[in-house]
């Protein structure tokens, strides 16, 4: 089965960047998200990618400062981070869907079949 693995945490100073990915065990070619939980809260959705890659949608406390996108050829999908706040700070996780249409994209942890271990975050302010 289809396993993942986030790279590219860290910490950051407010304002920063920084770029997650998450590297699937095979070639997958599936919808996919990353969500995140800071400590005491609940997971909360970040940003999905459609299968084909051609459709995004982020929560609104980071659009515009954050992108997702996808490597087909890699199996890796991405999560570049810019003007970083405190409030970012939390463990991501990226998942996987494994059924779905070429432009659907989803937003609850529920429709997620397998998942990464998570890596953190931290933005010092």
């Known amino acids: 089965q289809v396993q993942l693995v986030e790279s590219g945490g860290g910490l950051v100073q407010a304002g920063g960047s920084l770029r997650l990915s998450c590297a699937a065990s095979?070639?997958?070619?599936?919808?996919m998200g990353w969500f995140r939980q800071a400590p005491g809260k609940e997971r909360e959705f970040v940003a999905a990618?459609?299968?084909?890659?051609?459709?995004?949608y982020f929560r609104d406390s980071v659009k515009g400062r954050f992108t997702i996108s996808r490597d087909n050829a890699k199996n890796t999908v991405y999560l570049q981070m810019n003007s970083l706040k405190p409030e970012d700070t939390a463990v991501y996780s990226c998942?996987?869907?494994?059924?779905?249409?070429?432009?659907?994209?989803?937003?609850?942890?529920?429709?997620?079949?397998?998942w990464g271990q998570g890596i953190q975050v931290t933005v010092s302010s």
């Open positions: 998942a996987v869907r494994l059924f779905s249409t070429a432009d659907d994209y989803y937003t609850a942890a529920y429709q997620y079949n397998r």
């Open positions: 095979e070639r997958t070619v599936y919808a």
């Open positions: 990618i459609s299968r084909s890659g051609g459709r995004t």
